[in-house]
């Protein structure tokens, strides 16, 4: 059974940094397209990183880009997403989802399998 836990959300002061963790079971991650995606309260649901299954190209929205960098770590079957320079505007719940290794950017429907979610909150 295919399963995405995630973990490292927490509460960090704006300009802070967090790592996030998206641990696989059930399936190798390096065969799938993994999204980061998050939504903050009275919000639609925002895709804001990938990393394509097939050749390992990423994507960033430009949200993030410049402060968030995704990565994986194929003997560890665990995709993680660095963040920095957090602003308030990126509180939110932050869920990675697995799609085909032919996605490669983080729209929602292209996902079929979910992970729980994480808090990130950014506050001083």
């Known amino acids: 059974q295919l399963q995405l836990v995630e973990s490292g959300g927490g509460l960090v002061q704006p300009g802070g940094s967090l790592r996030l963790s998206c641990a696989a079971s059930g399936f190798t991650l390096d065969s799938y397209t993994i999204g980061w995606f998050r939504q903050a309260p009275g919000k639609e649901r925002e895709g804001i990183a990938c990393?394509?299954?097939?050749?390992?190209?990423?994507y960033y929205s430009d949200s993030v880009k410049g402060r968030f960098t995704i990565t994986r770590d194929n003997a560890k079957n665990t995709v993680y997403l660095q963040m920095h320079s957090l602003k308030p505007e990126d509180t939110a719940i932050y869920y990675c989802?697995?799609?085909?290794?032919?996605?490669?950017?983080?729209?929602?429907?292209?996902?079929?399998?979910w992970g729980q979610g994480t808090q990130v909150t950014v506050s001083s």
């Open positions: 990393i394509s299954g097939s050749h390992g190209s990423t």
């Open positions: 989802a697995a799609g085909s290794a032919l996605v490669v950017v983080p729209v929602a429907e292209w996902y079929s399998d």
